[in-house]
């Protein structure tokens, strides 16, 4: 029996547009997790999201965490926010921690972790997720749509010719009516 191939990619983002930021903390953070895919609509454990959330206080303070600190950090937000203690765990803590450092939001030194080199979140969106990892993956994207025309009926492949400006202006004013030798 043959091996069977997965389909690994190599970068992989969702983005979700949600109605304009409202003010408490948590659910600012909250809707920053939804909006770039940390976490799912509707998911009871959003750990993700008070791993974040005390990452961004820790930033304030210039203060970097081992990953038990974030931890039990984590642990009393939940209960001082009357949350459930789902998703606390010491390894999906640090699970939660590897989905934050592969949007290049987080880094870590010496197995202490921080917000990536104190920077705001805003810039570090621009400058990774946006200007890296959005254009990095838009652009495969692109070379994919660009040999699916070609291998399914593209212009080039239709004609048997390549479209010229020109030839694609005749090819519109004939559609309209108007009869072009």
């Known amino acids: 029996m043959g091996k069977i191939s997965r ?6 983002l969702t983005f979700r547009r949600y109605e304009k930021p409202s003010v408490s903390e948590r659910e600012l953070v909250r ?3 939804l909006s770039v895919g ?3 609509p509707g998911d009871s454990r959003d750990v993700v999201v008070d791993v974040l959330h005390v990452l961004l206080k820790a930033r304030q303070r210039k203060e970097e965490l081992h990953s038990e600190e974030i931890k039990n950090l984590v642990m009393d937000e939940r209960k001082r ?4 203690m789902l998703g606390v765990a010491s390894s999906n803590v ?5 989905r934050i450092k592969d949007l290049h939001l987080i880094e870590t030194n010496a197995n202490l972790y921080r917000i990536t080199e104190w920077a705001d979140l805003s810039e570090l969106f621009e400058e990774k997720v946006h200007n890296f990892l959005l254009k990095s993956v838009l652009g495969r994207v692109r070379e994919y749509v660009k040999r699916i025309d070609e291998e399914f009926g593209g212009k080039e492949k239709f004609t048997g010719k390549k479209e010229t400006p020109e030839r694609e202006m005749k090819a519109e004013k004939s559609i309209f009516g108007k009869i072009i030798p």
């Open 81 to 84: 926010s009357g949350l459930p």
């Open 31 to 33: 809707k920053f997790c």
């Open 7 to 12: 389909d690994t990619p190599l970068a992989e």
């Open 94 to 98: 640090r699970r939660q921690l590897k």
């Open 38 to 40: 940390l976490l799912q």
